[in-house]
C-alpha cells in the first residue's frame, strides 16, 4: 500500500503565473487535506475534502487559490497568479472518514513551491 | 480560533540524553497527535492520544494527554542523532466537518553525537 504521493516535487515558477500541485491519497481515505508549510514554521490549513461533501474552504488565503477532488481520489490545488509570499511547502494528507479515521492524518512529501 | 503554543521551539541536546516538549492551548482538544518533519519530507505520526490522561509510548517515545485536555506532553528517552527534526503536536476536534487539525508552531530537535 502506497502512501500519500504528491507532484511535482519541486516548483519554480515566475511571479504572476499559475501553478497546480497534484496530490494522491492513500487508497481508501476519503479525507483530503491540504496545508501551507512556511520556511521553518508550523502548517497552516488550507482546505479540507470528505468524500462528496462540500469541501472546507476555510483556510484558503485568497481568492487566487482554489482545489478540486476529482473522483474522491486525486486532487489539484491551483495558485492562480502566483505572488512571492506564496512561496512555501504545500503538503497534503489524507485520513480515514470519521471517528474510526481516530484524527490519524497520513502526509505526503510536499510540493516545494518557489515564487520567483 | 484554536490556538497551540509548543515550546520549547528548538533543543540542542547531547546523544543519550532524555528530551521534554510540550503543548498547551485555549481549548479542549479530543485527540492529541505528535508528528515528527525531517528535512524534505512530510511530517510522520509518531503517537496518537484519545483520552484525558492517556499515557502512550512507542519504543523510546512516551506521550500524555493532559487531564484538562488542554495540554500534552512528548518525552524521548536516550536521544540518537537520528531523532533530529522538527516535532510537531496536534489538536482535533471531531465536527460534522471531519478531523480537522490544529498544529503546534513545532520544537526542532539537533542532537550532538
Known amino acids: 500500500g502506497a502512501g500519500v504521493s504528491q507532484s511535482p516535487s519541486n516548483k519554480v515558477t515566475e511571479k504572476g503565473k499559475d501553478v497546480e500541485l497534484r496530490c494522491d491519497p492513500i487508497?481508501?481515505?476519503?479525507?483530503l487535506y491540504w496545508y501551507r508549510q512556511s520556511l521553518g514554521q508550523g502548517l497552516e490549513f488550507l482546505i479540507y475534502?470528505?468524500?462528496?461533501?462540500?469541501?472546507?474552504k476555510s483556510g484558503l488565503p485568497s481568492d487566487r487559490f482554489s482545489a478540486e477532488r476529482t473522483g474522491g481520489s486525486v486532487s489539484t490545488l491551483t495558485i492562480q497568479r502566483t505572488q512571492q509570499e506564496d512561496s512555501a511547502v504545500y503538503l497534503c494528507?489524507?485520513?480515514?472518514?470519521?471517528?474510526?479515521?481516530?484524527?490519524?492524518?497520513?502526509f505526503g512529501p510536499g510540493t516545494r513551491l518557489t515564487v520567483l | 480560533g484554536q490556538q497551540l503554543n509548543q515550546s520549547p521551539q528548538s533543543m540542542f541536546i547531547q546523544e543519550g540524553e532524555d528530551v521534554s516538549m510540550n503543548c498547551t492551548s485555549s481549548?479542549?482538544?479530543?485527540?492529541w497527535l505528535w508528528y515528527k518533519q525531517e528535512p524534505g519530507e512530510g511530517p510522520v505520526l509518531l503517537i496518537a492520544?484519545?483520552?484525558?490522561?492517556e499515557l502512550t509510548s512507542n519504543g523510546r517515545l512516551t506521550a500524555q494527554f493532559g487531564i484538562t485536555r488542554k495540554d500534552s506532553f512528548l518525552n524521548i528517552s536516550a536521544s540518537i542523532p537520528s531523532d533530529v527534526g522538527i516535532y510537531f503536536c496536534?489538536?482535533?476536534?471531531?465536527?460534522?466537518?471531519?478531523?480537522?487539525?490544529?498544529f503546534g508552531g513545532g520544537t526542532r530537535l539537533m542532537v550532538k553525537p
Open positions: 494528507a489524507s485520513s480515514s472518514p470519521g471517528l474510526a479515521g481516530g484524527g490519524r492524518q497520513y
Open positions: 487508497s481508501g481515505h476519503t479525507a
Open positions: 475534502f470528505q468524500g462528496n461533501s462540500a469541501p472546507d
Open positions: 481549548s479542549i482538544f479530543n485527540t
Open positions: 492520544l484519545y483520552k484525558a490522561g
Open positions: 496536534a489538536g482535533q476536534n471531531y465536527n460534522n466537518a471531519g478531523n480537522m487539525l490544529t
